[in-house]
């Protein structure tokens, strides 16, 4: 089979790899598709730490080919989608209720220290599959697992139904959030710097969500919430939510660190949240609302595998060409400046995306 794999920073590569092998509980599925996450896109830039050799991906659907032994919830032939936030259900974390903090996950992270699903095949334990509904189509599919990163942050949020939200960041999961919150009823302001997504959020979100540039929103008015999409250090944004507002903290950077004006933090009561990874609950909810919300309007390309290349440069990654890690470490540091030509890009498998 194809995969795309994780060579070494600013140098993934296309291999053949052995359909892998399964055992009891486990499942073997034939990818659709994969979105390509922002976790991708930092891996390659050296943002985020991953094993050599790994093959990438992690937000998947796909159709079932064979099970396991004692494999009861699906049968070759489901549709499904892949729940990539694996739990042992045994450690405290796990035990306390909170299985996004597993203490196990530790070389068990799809498409980090695991293998990914950037691939024509992929195994995944049975309970972590979701049968895909009827109504949802692959292409619609792929975008379940973010919207449970969505969905896990905006509940965090505890969000008031007249709070005005601010949203930094209008990649796939700021796209995500605007989506959700509007059609919630909230009132939601999109900022970003990058012009091409500005022009993307305009035309592919309701018009009842604003999309201005990060300038433009600085003086557009006081939020009660702002989600932080971005990794930007959350003091800098401190001072622009209203008093007793909620700062949502949701991009992540691995190097990133926060300077904190703490009495601003304290006399203005702001609430400081980080959100963490989604509850299985979070992604059983996604697979039920991806039913009724247009998921795949915010997918502007889908590839196959061949051209994981021309998908990455959409995103602002230009992988290097064979040659030295070096080589490719250099590339990754020019295109992480570069601009962004599309929102959700999905790599397909040959057949593409049926129904």
């Not at 052995?18 to 055992?23: D, E, I, K, Y």
């Not at 937000?59 to 729940?83: F, L, Q, W, Y």
């Not at 992540?252 to 963490?276: D, F, H, N, W």
């Amino acid at each position: 089979m194809k995969a795309v794999v994780f060579e070494d920073v600013g140098l993934p590569g296309i291999h053949d790899r052995a359909v892998p092998s399964f055992g009891a509980g486990e499942v073997l599925v034939r990818v659709a598709a994969t979105g390509i996450c922002g976790t991708d896109r930092a891996i390659l830039l050296g943002e985020f730490p991953a094993r050599r050799g790994v093959v990438l991906g992690h937000e998947a659907v796909g159709a079932v080919t064979a099970v396991g032994a004692g494999t009861r919830s699906v049968a070759p032939g489901d549709r499904v989608v892949i729940n990539p936030t694996y739990h042992c259900d045994r450690c405290r974390p796990c035990r306390r209720g909170m299985p996004a903090h597993c203490g196990a996950k530790e070389g068990r992270e799809i498409g980090v220290d695991r293998d990914g699903t950037m691939a024509e095949y992929a195994v995944v334990p049975e309970r972590f599959l979701h049968r895909l509904p009827a109504s949802v189509s692959y292409r619609r599919g792929a975008l379940v697992e973010p919207l449970a990163c969505v969905l896990n942050n905006l509940a965090a949020a505890r969000l008031r139904w007249d709070d005005q939200v601010l949203v930094l960041g209008a990649g796939p999961i700021g796209a995500l959030c605007a989506l959700v919150l509007a059609r919630r009823g909230a009132r939601v302001t999109l900022a970003e710097r990058d012009q091409g997504r500005i022009a993307l959020a305009r035309l592919l979100l309701p018009r009842t969500v604003r999309v201005l540039a990060a300038e433009e929103a600085a003086g557009a008015g006081t939020p009660d919430a702002v989600i932080d999409t971005t990794g930007s250090l959350p003091g800098d944004v401190l001072g622009a939510v209203a008093p007793g507002g909620t700062v949502v903290v949701m991009g992540e950077k691995e190097a990133g660190v926060a300077t904190l004006p703490l009495r601003a933090l304290v006399t203005r009561g702001i609430r400081l949240v980080g959100a963490g990874p989604y509850r299985p609950a979070d992604f059983e909810l996604a697979v039920d609302l991806a039913q009724d919300l247009p998921l795949e309007g915010l997918v502007t390309h889908v590839l196959p595998l061949e051209r994981y290349a021309e998908a990455l440069a959409m995103l602002a990654v230009a992988p290097a060409g064979p040659g030295r890690a070096e080589a490719g470490r250099s590339s990754a540091r020019r295109s992480s400046t570069a601009g962004y030509s599309a929102m959700k890009v999905l790599l397909a498998t040959d057949e593409g995306l049926a129904p």
